[in-house]
């Protein structure tokens, strides 16, 4: 059984937006975060829940109360995700991929814009299918494909230097997300788009513009120093409650285009 696509989620509010805006290095970050916040809000969650690739765990305590365990191949950020004491139960340095080690385990995997960056897919959502419960769901939060009609530059090597630079192994199609999810073991697949052509292209404007400059020395980069070394506390907060602001009135204009990131719903 295969679900059709399904309207936009509400959005979360202001102090959201400004809460993103101040934990995120960059305002197109906190821009994206922003509707993924608003569609993991929405999906249903049953405990005990898995959650893969949890970086810090910033974003899940804003959707979560508790997560029963984490996992991240970054130990930097296990030792930061495990110090979200009242968010993770348990924070564990694992590859994906070894996820078939305790099978029948959850009755959730959450993955927020996680399974677009590993390499191993199919390998990993096998595993994903053995570490759930019998009528247990995957949970998770994907760009798509379409993302690359709605870049500022609409040519094929622009889309490859965002593909490479964002490192994007899948930015698969909504049917090939389906297929892909089917011969796992995932019979029913329900995808729900949250972010559409003319946000995503807001969303570049702003991310390549961040990502102006050579390696380190970078717009983005300079962006953070300036937020987080050099300007007073008061002005720091003053500078993100403007950008918050104005995001925030960005992000509650009509939505137009195709879907370019959608939740899927798996089980």
């Not at 959707?63 to 495990?82: K, S, Y």
């Not at 995957?138 to 870049?151: E, H, I």
């Not at 729900?192 to 983005?220: E, K, N, T």
């Amino acid at each position: 059984m295969t679900a059709s696509l399904v309207p936009l989620f509400p959005e979360p509010g202001l102090d959201e937006m400004t809460t993103l805006v101040s934990t995120y290095s960059s305002p197109s970050e906190a821009f994206w975060r922003y509707f993924e916040l608003g569609a993991v809000r929405s999906a249903d969650r049953q405990r005990p829940i898995l959650e893969i690739g949890c970086g810090d765990g910033t974003f899940s305590s804003m959707a979560f109360e508790t997560i029963d365990q984490a996992i991240d191949v970054n130990p930097h950020a296990v030792e930061r995700a495990r110090r979200q004491s009242t968010l993770y139960q348990d924070v564990r340095r694992m590859d994906a991929r070894a996820l078939t080690t305790e099978p029948d385990a959850f009755a959730t995997v959450y993955a927020n814009c996680v399974l677009e960056h590993i390499p191993d897919l199919r390998r990993v959502l096998e595993g994903i299918r053995v570490t759930l419960r019998p009528g247990g769901q995957l949970v998770a939060t994907v760009p798509l494909r379409t993302m690359n009609d709605y870049l500022v530059i609409r040519r094929p090597w622009y889309a490859e230097v965002r593909r490479r630079q964002l490192v994007h192994y899948n930015l698969l199609t909504t049917q090939e997300w389906r297929s892909l999810l089917a011969v796992a073991g995932f019979p029913s697949v329900a995808v729900s788009p949250y972010l559409r052509g003319s946000q995503c292209r807001l969303w570049d404007r702003l991310d390549s513009v961040a990502c102006l400059g050579v390696r380190r020395y970078r717009l983005g980069a300079a962006y953070r120093i300036l937020r987080g070394r050099l300007l007073p506390a008061d002005a720091h907060h003053l500078l993100c409650q403007a950008i918050a602001r104005a995001l925030y009135r960005q992000a509650c204009l009509p939505a137009a285009g195709a879907a370019c990131a959608v939740l899927i719903v798996a089980s």
